[in-house]
């Protein structure tokens, strides 16, 4: 069975043969290659390599291309700051005044070289995997883009105290999401991360979730040409279950703060659940925990399908080493295989 068959299988909440798992260490194949992060990510030829490389390692059953958060605000005029031993972020806010919103226009993704990079390293993976191993796309929110464009404290005040501004700068914001999402899907990605984290009640009250950013990916959503995972970037998701089904998108993540079995009840049949190793506590993770967590989670979440095994994030910290990551792939690999007949009926 192919990756994208079995990925395809547990989307549909069936069981395909086993368990479809992914370790996204995006920032690993730098250490293989011996170069900087800035220099691995502005080469769409490493980022492939790298790809390939991780597919080999861990055997993983969806690769990506997408690099950093921080790219999405190169278009809009920021920078990137880039650390030796960690991700790079988004540097100072390109909007120092609520007004120039008034003024603001969202940047063509076809007149951004750092987007379009990202672009060639996605065609170029995809000429080499064709269609058995799905290529993920990734797309920041209009909803949690703000953070990035203003600040957070200065994004808290647009949204208490100016919602005219603050709806025009959603609308702005999904113009350039809904370009970039459509760019990836075109450029060969096989669906998209709709990365959201600030929608979730771990970082903002439900109410103003469900008042400004549910709505929001109700209308960018609308418009992407391809199927959608909804990813709270380790935050939780449980109160949001039933409004995020009423979407349309394939599955969410599932946060390593909840209650994996609790989760996987209420999206039976709606939605898929995409996690829940803890990409943080994976730091300390001996082959024996590795292997512990692994089988939790394919315990809580695996039965009946509708589970892809992955971290809680969605970015493996430079920090976890091979050996780590090798254990939970060589546990997935075992203990994930279907029928779970090793699970008893409570998810042990």
Not at 83 to 92: D, H, I, W
Not at 171 to 194: H, P, R, T
Not at 212 to 239: D, E, Q
Request: charged content about 20%.
């Amino acid at each position: 069975m192919t990756s994208s068959q079995r990925l395809n299988l547990a989307l549909s909440h069936q069981e395909p043969d086993r368990v479809p798992y992914t370790l996204f260490a995006t920032m690993h194949p730098a250490k293989k290659f011996g170069v900087s992060l800035k220099e691995y990510y502005s080469r769409p030829d490493l980022v492939v390599e790298g790809q390939l490389f991780l597919r080999e390692e861990y055997q993983n059953d969806i690769l990506g291309c997408y690099p950093f958060a921080g790219v999405e605000m190169i278009p809009w005029g920021g920078d990137v700051v880039y650390f030796e031993e960690g991700p790079p972020n988004a540097g100072k806010p390109v909007i120092k005044d609520p007004r120039d919103i008034l003024k603001l226009k969202a940047p063509s993704v076809a007149s951004s070289p750092d987007l379009q990079s990202v672009l060639e390293a996605v065609t170029l993976l995809k000429s080499k995997v064709g269609e058995d191993i799905p290529i993920a796309g990734t797309v920041i929110s209009p909803f949690s883009l703000p953070v990035m464009q203003m600040g957070f404290e200065a994004y808290l005040d647009l949204i208490h105290a100016k919602p005219d501004l603050l709806q025009a700068l959603l609308d702005i914001n999904i113009e350039f999401c809904v370009a970039w999402a459509n760019a990836q899907l075109k450029a060969g990605c096989s669906a998209v991360v709709y990365a959201d984290p600030v929608s979730s009640p771990t970082i903002l009250p439900s109410e103003i979730s469900l008042k400004y950013g549910l709505p929001t990916a109700r209308k960018a959503l609308a418009r992407i040409n391809g199927g959608v995972m909804f990813h709270l970037a380790s935050g939780r998701g449980l109160p949001l279950v039933e409004e995020l089904s009423k979407l349309g998108v394939a599955g969410m993540s599932a946060s390593a703060e909840e209650d994996l079995s609790e989760l996987k009840r209420a999206c039976q049949g709606k939605m898929a659940l995409v996690g829940n190793l803890n990409a943080v506590s994976m730091q300390s993770w001996t082959p024996e925990i590795a292997e512990a967590e692994v089988k939790r989670a394919i315990a809580r979440a695996g039965p009946g399908g509708g589970f892809v095994l992955s971290d809680n994030h969605g970015e493996i910290p430079f920090a976890v080493d091979h050996q780590t990551l090798k254990a939970v792939a060589k546990a997935v690999r075992r203990w994930g295989r279907y029928p779970l007949d090793w699970v008893n009926g409570n998810g042990r």
